[in-house]
């Protein structure tokens, strides 16, 4: 168990800390002259049952705050201290209301300095105690009246806090591994260390993970847990992790997060749940304020979407704007402070961290982040699938939710979705929105042979587009080799039709192609473009324009480039020509078709990259870098020319 401490300076945080473990947990030199606590400190004690009370000492200065709330990040248990003589003072409330607004409610209360106060001054402490803690979460918590000075009565806490370890179910390991930072530091011989509390999943000895931001890709030589060697550790557990990489200590601080690589989004920005505590200021839309996540503090502002002002006590919906980039998850609590960092303005907790950019504030939108406060990603899934006509991403679901593998398939199974997959990346579609999207496309086929009935039919990236432009290719794939299995749609060569569309070529069409179709025959793999034709034949320059659209509407022609129309036989048997490339070496590359077509009397390096971009555009192959990859076998258009 963890536990952190709490409390105003100078009520006896560290003296109790000592007296239960054994430790002094000021590190620092200064804090060691000066008898006050500035950063965090850290101390352990072993259990009879083998196991270990990990505690964070924070300091309890009003300018410390930051620090402050970098400890309490993921901590199991609180222990809230306030002297006997002075009773609770300001940073008393002040770190009260901070975790009232972390919602943390597991706690005791160390009534501390009894020595130094009569009975009658410790009965009143106690009531004191009592009223301060009446409606929030440590209500009804226990009171140990004590001193650390002289341990009266510090053996019923530490029997209570091990009680406490004892009754406490392990955190689950579920889910990939992430440890907010609040130490960097390095040994001789060993290296980069960094300390914190894993919020999720598990690391062990030569597990690769990223620090991020800034995204530095490490491996862990070592590590201890709650002040022990070990070959793993886990969640809710404090970890020192010794990681080897490409980066120093310098380039690691305080606010950034050991990972596992999957979770490394740095984000600028996302939606939440706040609430603003009794006894403070209105929040206002776009106010400036000290956003702490984590165990970062980062400046942002604060743009309301369900109000257009937060009063004391009340709750919104918001959207966090943040300076620069930082990480989190879906459920992650946060701290908004004011500007100048004087006072706390709000608590909440994050909901969305891939918000939309457009429709924040309709109520559709509005509904979904109501309801996504609920700790049930079933529900969330569910109304999210259904507000996503072009399907969901379940990929980035399952990563805003840190979900493990097995879980997420359940939850892809449970919640009936359509799962389109392709490579890494996984749609979920409800069967309202597949049916929705399938008579969307026959509604676009329908309408384009109606507006040109001279042509064959929709090139697959158009028809994407008419269809739904947002739709992911892979999903309009899926969708449309479907319908091509189904019959209810066919295909001739690279166009997609309706099975009872024809197009036709008039006579006078035809006659004058079979005049000129001899000079691209000619020259297969770089045919003569429109001018050329002209320059040839005397036929006007845009009569030959006109009649090559009209025969390429047909599936005779294509237009590779700009007025520069292929054969289909010779499209096909450049088809074959990439294929057999991406067969021989994983792709086309330009250098690779220039050599090939330049030894069968076609163009050179400009004509070889027409060809491919031509491929790339009609869904035939896809770029990556240079490189022209065919697309999966499903998407591949039938080249036979009729």
């Known amino acids: 168990m963890l536990i952190g401490t709490a409390g105003h300076i100078d009520h006896g945080k560290t003296t109790l800390v000592k007296a239960l473990t054994g430790v002094d947990a000021d590190r620092l030199p200064e804090e060691k002259s000066r008898g ?12 009879s049952d083998g196991s270990v009370l990990g505690f964070v000492d924070v300091p309890g200065h009003e300018k410390l705050i930051h620090n402050m709330l970098a400890g309490v990040t993921g901590i199991d248990f609180v222990l809230l201290v306030i002297a006997a003589d002075d009773g609770p003072m300001p940073q008393t409330r002040e770190h009260l ?9 597991r706690g005791a209360i160390a009534l501390t300095k009894i020595d130094a106060v009569p009975l009658q001054r410790l009965d009143e402490a106690r009531q004191e105690v009592e009223a301060l803690i009446a409606g929030t979460g440590l209500s009804g918590s226990p009171v140990f009246p004590l001193s650390g000075r002289t341990g009266e009565g510090v053996a019923a806490l530490r029997a209570h806090l091990e009680a406490a370890a004892a009754a406490m179910h392990q955190r689950s390991a579920v889910g990939r591994f992430r440890l907010a930072i609040d130490r960097c530091f390095s040994l001789t011989g060993i290296g980069t260390i960094v300390t914190g509390t894993a919020h999720a999943g598990k690391i062990g000895v030569g597990d690769s993970a990223v620090v991020s931001p800034p995204g530095l890709k490490s491996r862990v030589r070592g590590l201890h847990v709650q002040d022990r060697p070990a070959e793993s550790g886990q969640a809710g557990e404090r970890i020192a992790l010794a990681l080897a990489g490409d980066f120093e200590k310098k380039d690691i601080a305080r606010g950034m997060w050991v990972l596992d690589p999957v979770l490394a989004i740095p984000l600028t920005r996302f939606h939440g749940e706040l609430r603003v505590p009794a006894g403070q200021k209105p929040l206002t839309h776009l106010q400036v304020v000290h956003v702490h996540l984590g165990t970062e503090d980062i400046l942002g502002r604060v743009a309301l979407l369900d109000c257009q002002e ?5 709750t919104a919906l918001v959207e966090i704007l943040l300076e620069r980039e930082t990480l989190a998850l879906r459920g992650d609590r946060f701290i908004l402070r004011d500007a100048g960092a004087q006072r706390t303005v709000a608590g909440g907790r994050v909901l969305d961290i891939f918000p939309p950019v457009r429709h924040k504030r309709s109520p559709q939108r509005l509904a979904l982040l109501d309801a996504m406060h609920r700790d049930d990603p079933a529900v969330t899934l569910g109304l999210l699938a259904e507000q996503a006509p072009a ?3 379940l990929d980035r679901f399952a990563v805003s939710w840190n979900l493990s593998e097995a879980d997420t398939e359940s939850l892809w199974q ?10 890494n990346v996984s749609l979920g579609f409800t069967a309202a929105a597949w049916t929705t999207l399938e008579a969307k496309l026959l509604d676009a086929l329908g309408r384009e042979h109606e507006r040109a009935p001279d042509m064959i039919g929709v090139e697959r990236e158009r028809l994407r587009r008419m269809t739904a432009a947002h ?7 899926a969708l449309a080799n479907e319908l091509l299995a189904s019959k209810r749609i066919a295909q001739t060569r690279a166009w997609l039709h309706l099975p009872a569309h024809r197009a036709s070529v008039t006579a006078a069409d035809r006659e004058l192609f079979a005049v000129l179709k001899p000079l691209l025959d000619a020259a ?16 006007p320059e845009e009569t030959v324009r006109q009649l090559f659209k009209r025969i390429a509407r047909a599936g005779e ?21 990439v294929r057999k490339l991406n067969a021989e070496h994983g792709a086309a590359r330009v250098a690779g078709l220039r050599d090939i077509i330049v030894d069968d009397g076609g163009g050179g390096r400009k004509v070889a990259i027409q060809i491919l971009e031509f491929f790339d555009r009609i869904g035939y192959t896809r770029r990556v870098r240079d490189d022209h990859v065919l697309r999966r076998e499903g998407a591949m258009p039938d080249w036979t020319p009729s």
């Open 310 to 314: 937060v009063d004391a006590g009340s």
């Open 391 to 393: 399907g969901i991403d």
């Open 414 to 423: 449970c919640a009936g979705l359509r799962v389109i997959r392709d490579g």
């Open 557 to 577: 022609l294509y237009p590779v480039a700009h007025d520069h129309y292929y054969t289909a036989a010779a499209v096909a048997e450049l088809a074959e020509i």
């Open 524 to 539: 297969p793999y770089n045919p003569p473009r429109v001018r050329d034709v002209f320059k040839a034949t005397g036929t």
């Open 36 to 47: 006050i606590t500035l950063d965090l400190g850290y101390a352990y004690t072993p259990l």
């Open 471 to 477: 739709l992911p290719r892979p999903a309009f794939d």
């Open 97 to 105: 209301e901070l975790l009232d607004l972390l919602g943390l409610t």
